[in-house]
């Protein structure tokens, strides 16, 4: 499995890369993330109402305050999202609430695996989340999903998001929902290295 996932994101670079198919890139990006989810979904165990609960809090909290954000400025600092997320509501992607349950999702795996004292693997889990939007920060305007005013994000940003993540992950422990979810760990660190590898292009070749 690991194999096809890295395939899939060898595929994305090369059509990244090369400018007659960046287009391409950046109109698969929203497809790729929600099939991203679903690998993660299909994949979970244990179903139940808590771990629905759950979900669906994350999705439509973190897409209620990524609206505000966005409209107001206040909160992550001025940005603006751009069309590689997919269609948006009042400038928010739809799909970004899905995006925060993957996150927190994935890095709550890894984490519960490196740590057992539910703290640490609260704020560990937290703390990918802020290390992975450190990194997405810097590609994400090549990749046209968001950009901010400034030439970078303002701390309150990282702080915003170091915060949510608290929040998210402490719903995790506290739901106690297992994960132990193979591909999600994959797929999050198969897409860091793709981001790491952009930011890589770009510096050798700036587009």
């Not at 305050?65 to 909160?75: K, Q």
């Not at 303002?154 to 608290?166: E, G, I, K, Q, T």
């Not at 290295?193 to 930011?199: A, G, K, P, Q």
Request: proline residues 6%; contains cysteine.
């Amino acid at each position: 499995m690991p194999f096809n996932f890295i395939r899939f994101y060898l595929v994305g670079l090369v059509l990244f890369f090369i400018p007659a198919t960046r287009g391409v890139f950046v109109w698969l990006t929203p497809l790729s993330l929600l099939l991203v989810i679903g690998i993660i979904l299909f994949y979970h165990r244990n179903w139940n109402y808590r771990t629905l609960g759950w979900f669906s809090f994350i999705i439509l909290s973190s897409f209620l305050v990524e609206m505000a954000g966005v409209n107001t400025g206040i909160i992550f600092g001025n940005y603006r999202y751009g069309e590689g997320l997919g269609p948006k509501l009042y400038g928010t992607p739809l799909i970004i609430g899905l995006n925060w349950l993957y996150l927190t999702y994935s890095t709550h795996d890894i984490a519960s695996r490196l740590f057992r004292n539910p703290v640490a693997v609260i704020t560990t889990g937290a703390g990918l989340m802020v290390l992975y939007d450190v990194v997405l920060e810097q590609v994400a305007p090549l990749m046209q999903m968001l950009c901010f005013t400034s030439m970078q994000p303002p701390l309150a940003n990282y702080l915003v998001w170091f915060l949510l993540a608290l929040v998210f992950h402490t719903g995790f422990s506290v739901c106690r929902i297992p994960t132990g979810n193979y591909p999600a760990r994959m797929l999050f660190y198969i897409q860091l290295l793709f981001f790491i590898l952009i930011l890589l292009f770009h510096a050798l070749l700036p587009l």
